[in-house]
């Protein structure tokens, strides 16, 4: 069974093209969702996260996810300490998933793919961007937030350039029908 990479900068529309993916029956793991479950879950991942940033991480004993964000976007050691603490796993959590599934390929879906080193882990690695404006208004939509606030939590991630050098497959989700159509040749192509 081949493992795909899915990822892409926020706002560029990972789980738009995800969910088309599953339409064609293949099986997807958020990771992001799963980190969340995890994080709420793990009573190793809630001590050091404590143990770290206080006990107001964890507020009515699920994560603080605003008291979070705020302190790892602005500061990149925080960043790494908390990427270090829950994708390990997150890694284990996926591979007792994939032995759960019965497909040609799986599809990880992983905004940090390659700034977490998951990408190792891959046979193949598709890349989703949208022209920066448009990712930017997206989240906006999304999540109610400022353009200022976009603005920090990209520059966590790499750019659409970096990603797509490294990338095996690009769909550029502009227009969905046109992100329909690549992703049915990409899974076309990967059922060979």
Known sequence: MLIIGLTGGIGSGKTTVAKLFEKYGIPVYYSDIEAKKLMNRSK????????????????????????????????????????????????????????????????????????????????????????????INRVINRDKTTKKQVLER??????????????DFVINNIDLADTKKQVEQIYLQLLK
């Open 154 to 167: 990209m520059k966590n991630q790499l750019t659409d350039d970096e990603k797509t050098k490294k990338s």
């Open 44 to 135: 190793i991942i809630k001590r050091k996260l404590i143990s770290k940033f206080g006990e107001e991480v964890y507020k009515d004993k699920y994560l603080n996810r605003p008291f979070l964000a705020s302190i790892i976007f602005n500061d990149k050691d925080a960043l790494n300490y908390v990427s270090q603490v829950v994708h390990p796993k997150v890694a284990q959590h996926f591979k007792r998933w994939i032995n759960k599934q019965k497909a040609p390929f799986v599809i990880q879906e992983n905004a940090i793919l390659f700034e977490n080193g998951s990408y190792k882990n891959m046979d193949k690695i598709i890349t989703v961007t949208a022209p920066l404006k448009t990712k």
